[in-house]
């Protein structure tokens, strides 16, 4: 993270994350990487550390740190591995609806277990509503005692281990998206399962699978907030979380010119570092101009959100730059290491299949712009 404006907490914060990043989980990622499972011993010590308290009120037993110090723990953990960092902020996905809509008894319990290092999973997309979320077909039928859910969400985050699943559903289908309604279920309700890990290009310490809901019974108080805000409540959640989201890319963007920055001061071409040659150096200045300004658009989100001002195309343009330039900046760290670049065992390629999928969860990067122009244009 740049150094600018920050005070002396979010000073020793940061280190703490970096040093966090360099000696846990740097040295690990690529093998981690390979395997595609999650370095759980750095996670138990990312919980003890506090990392997922950061965003929690005291009055749940978190931190109570602002938004600000939040992405900028997000940024520092995405630089040692995405994949890792994604976990928590997956759960932090899910703790969204619950903050924004649950009850004291609600937030209580989903803190309980994220605070605690237990994962949470928001479960939105199914096989035919990804970027066209309304057209979600999981139902929640009202009975006497509470609702039953039935449906298949596709590629949820921490779906195979999530203690607790926030699930939208229809529960009118004759009012479109204003029939769909936010579930708080425990992953131990008889009902909820998973399909297998998906097999993922990047970001692979954190899994993703289908999650099933068959004849799943919930009580009354599983609803989040009321019957038909399921919708609203979505949207909100995901204009906040791009703002974590945005952060995660800047981190790989960052790691990338890092790597880029030692690698053409060691290797040699023609008798001489490649950082002498110009056509490096303005790549490597290309990178830094547009991580700064990536990194820019999430503090600018931040802080607004830290005031109170949600601002949706300010979220959705930080998400869309920041995960493009996160593309961006580690394809041309791919290309400044030449062929070796391209080989597995050198860090770069990593952070390439890493970044990709910044413009695609969260809302792809084409619906962000859908987001910026309808929001200039209406
Ligand atoms: C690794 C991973 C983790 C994920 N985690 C979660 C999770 O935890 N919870 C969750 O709910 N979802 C999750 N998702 C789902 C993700 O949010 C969706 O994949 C994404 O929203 C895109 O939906 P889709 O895959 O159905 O693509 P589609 O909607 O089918 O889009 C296909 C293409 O068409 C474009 N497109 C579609 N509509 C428009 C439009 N109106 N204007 C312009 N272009 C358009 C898209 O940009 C894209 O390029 C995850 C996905 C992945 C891959």
Known sequence: MGDYVMNDMQKRIRQLCREFSLNELIPTSKEYDIEGRLNEDAYRKAVEIGFTKIAW???????????VTQVMVTEELSYGDAGFANVMVASSLAARPVLMAGTEEQKQFM???????????FCLTEANAGSDAGAIRTSAKKTEDGYIINGSKCFITNGPEAEVYIVFAMTDNSKGVKGISAFLVPGDTPGVGHGA????????????????FQDVKVPF??????????????????DIARI???AAAVGIAQRA??????YAKER???GKPIAKLQAIQFMIA???IQTEAARALVRQAAELKDMGQINSKICACAKAFAGDTAVRVATDAVQIYGGYGYIRDYPVEKLMRDAKIFQIFDGTNQIQRVVIAGNMLK
């Open 57 to 67: 009120g005291k009055e749940y037993g978190g931190l109570g740190l602002d938004t």
């Open 111 to 121: 803190a309980d277990i994220v605070i605690h290092g237990g994962k949470a999973a």
């Open 244 to 246: 974590d989201c945005a």
């Open 221 to 238: 108080s599983a609803l989040l907030g009321k019957e038909g805000e399921g919708f609203k409540i979505a949207m909100k959640t995901l």
């Open 268 to 270: 040699k071409t023609f």
């Open 257 to 262: 010119i890092d790597l880029s920055v030692k």
């Open 286 to 288: 290309d990178m830094e």
């Open 197 to 212: 890990h998906e097999d993922k290009v990047g970001i692979r310490q954190s899994s993703a699978s289908d999650v099933i």
